[in-house]
């Protein structure tokens, strides 16, 4: 049918432009737009395989890479791929990485080197997702939330945020910290340890760790998250960070 044929077009269009996004925040919460998950499905049944030439280098696939660099006000250093459909804010950069259609990258956030953002993806303003670190993304199904990184957050090299997870403003996550749905996340500040899932709260300064779990072969050691104190409040964020980091010993 053509003119749904034409909405999906239109719809993915709007994406790639920042009009619309998978996801928005209202308040303390965050809404997905499943029309938009769905759309981006239809998308992938709608379009056919081409090959394209981006200077010395080939691709062929059925979305192709963003176009208008420029014009977007972002950088983005060779090979990096931002796929069509995608959406970075003016200031945003990434160094040769990865970056899929449906996510959002807010204004000066930094993608580094060999880190990869998954469809659908919600990173905020002033992120730093460091070297080798892997944003998962949540594109079926379609009611499900994307992994959401909100403003001013570092995520430490080789972490692995996946499954739906939400990081709250300017939380650090340490080098090999992996967040799932699934993961215990151990608050260790408070007289007694605190196991939450699937959230950091804001300014929460987290690295990997592990805790005991009785098996029927025995008791052994599963890997966990550990929050091991809060990053100040502070109007230069940079500053914050980097107390942190010295105050904890967070390697990054």
């Keep these: 049918m053509p003119q749904a044929k034409d909405a999906v ?9 920042g009009k619309i996004r998978v996801a928005e ?3 303390d919460k965050w809404t997905v737009n499943t029309w938009v998950k769905e759309a981006i499905l239809l998308y992938f049944s709608l379009t056919k395989m081409e090959t394209w030439d981006v200077g010395f280098m080939q691709y062929r696939d059925l979305i ?11 950088r983005v250093v060779p090979p990096a791929i931002a796929r069509y459909g995608s959406f970075l804010e003016p200031g945003a950069i990434m160094m040769p990485s990865y970056v899929n259609i449906g996510a959002y990258i807010g204004a ?9 953002v998954g469809s659908c993806a919600q990173i905020g303003c002033n992120v730093h997702i460091a070297a080798g670190a892997v944003i998962g993304g949540v ?14 957050c570092f ?3 080789h972490s692995l945020v996946l499954e739906g997870a939400h990081i709250g403003e300017e939380a650090v996550l340490g080098a090999n910290v992996t967040i799932t749905a699934s993961t215990r996340i151990v608050d260790v500040t408070k007289p007694e340890p605190v196991i ?8 929460s300064v987290v690295i990997s760790g592990t805790m005991p779990k009785r098996f029927e072969a025995g008791t052994f050691n599963i890997p966990c998250s550990l929050i091991i104190g809060k990053r100040k409040e502070s109007t230069d964020r940079r500053t914050s960070l980097n107390e942190a980091l010295r105050t904890f010993g967070v390697q990054v």
């Design 196 to 203: 939450t899932r699937g959230y950091v709260p804001p300014r």
């Design 25 to 27: 925040k209202d308040g």
């Design 139 to 152: 594109l079926e199904p379609a009611v499900a939330s994307p992994v959401i990184i909100e403003d001013g």
């Design 9 to 17: 077009f239109a719809t993915i269009e709007a994406l790639d432009k």
């Design 64 to 74: 192709p890479v963003k176009r208008d660099l420029e014009s977007a006000g972002i």
């Design 108 to 116: 000066s956030s930094m993608i580094d080197i060999y880190a990869a």
């Design 155 to 157: 995520i430490g090299s």
